[in-house]
């Protein structure tokens, strides 16, 4: 989790997209959930992308392959995620 710090008390946009994660774990210190909290009542984009991460998350278990991912598919998918990480 990427630590930001501002002159003022506020999170932007970007920086909820990145800790939406630990935020839905509950994982994020009392002050970063209040200004999360707090952004989200004057977001309606983050409000929605929250929204819909949590949708998908409730349908994750509906839709889940029984069977294990190929280690050729898991391996690819690594692959193509750390080539994407080192492109940022």
């Not at 994750?60 to 940022?88: C, H, N, S, Y």
Request: include cysteine.
């Amino acid at each position: 989790m990427a630590e930001h710090r501002h002159d003022h008390e506020e999170i932007i946009c970007r920086e909820f997209v990145e800790v939406v994660t630990d935020y839905l774990e509950g994982v994020l210190p009392e002050d970063q959930v209040e200004l999360i909290e707090e952004h989200l009542v004057m977001c309606d984009w983050c409000k929605t992308y929250l929204d819909q991460l949590d949708a998908m998350v409730a349908a994750l278990p509906a839709i889940a392959a029984p069977e294990p991912v190929p280690a050729t598919t898991r391996d690819a998918l690594v692959t193509m995620f750390q080539g994407w990480k080192a492109e940022r």
